[in-house]
């Protein structure tokens, strides 16, 4: 292995500039509490003003409920409709596409991004599909397997499977070539260089990439479901829109944000968990 090839790989043995070896151990509480300030600060504005102008009367109900009435509207399809059934059931058929969608997106991404000849066979192909959006092929979907929950889970796989597809092939060509070149001179199998060096090092944008693809999951099965659906938030929706109920409307728009951004925090704590080391690298 060159000079230059270990250099890059454990760094020059210089003392690190203050600046940058100048890191605190821990996140004072006052900048954690300025920092959920300044996360909230808008939506509380938004609150503010929305309160302010249909308590004046300035929006018709119908166009602009009150948030004392979509709160009540909120309770109303807890207690007495079947709301937690509906989100739930949205959930699940989620969860079970990304699943899907992951597993293959990680497998042939993992394939393509370690060889050139697997990529170069496939990529012509999937790029075509990709070319087409999920709902287009919907319908011929549900021709096949009916407009249950199977026909909403495939369309789902296929929105995730490309961005995780995509991003696994993307970090695993962008992996440096000291690190499988070190990989090397531990003496590592397939599976071990596997494990311990491409798939730590490409963690970063393979996350990235489920984290995209869970957020096309979530505006897909509300699309689904207004497409064909007799249960779940899409249908809500559908029907509210219909019936003109335009405060249960709102619960469902906020219900379908509220899970989105809690599904993305997740996904957002995966990936520091994953990335740890480069931060630990940054540091030393």
Known sequence: MSTQGITAVFGRGESPSPAASWRPAFRPPILKLMRI?????????????????????????????????VVRAFHTMTVEENFVKDVLTSLSVVVRGCLWGIALGLTVGIAGGSSLWVERTIGPFLNGLRQVPALAWFPLIALWVGIGDLAKEVVIAKSVFFPVFLNTLQGIRNIPPQYVEMGRVFGFTRLQMLRRVIFPAAAPTIVVG??????????????AEMLSGRSGLGFLLEQSQDMLLTDHLFVVIVTIGVVGFV???????????????????ARA
């Open 263 to 281: 599904v993305d925090v997740l996904l957002r704590t995966l990936e520091q968990r994953l990335c740890r080391w480069k931060e630990d690298m």
């Open 210 to 223: 489920i984290r995209f693809a869970a957020g096309l999951a979530w505006a897909m099965i509300v699309a």
């Open 37 to 69: 300030a300044a996360g909230v600060t808008l939506p509380l504005v938004v609150l503010a003003i929305w309160t302010w102008a249909t308590g004046r009367g300035m929006i018709k109900p119908l166009f602009l409920p009150s948030p004392a009435a």
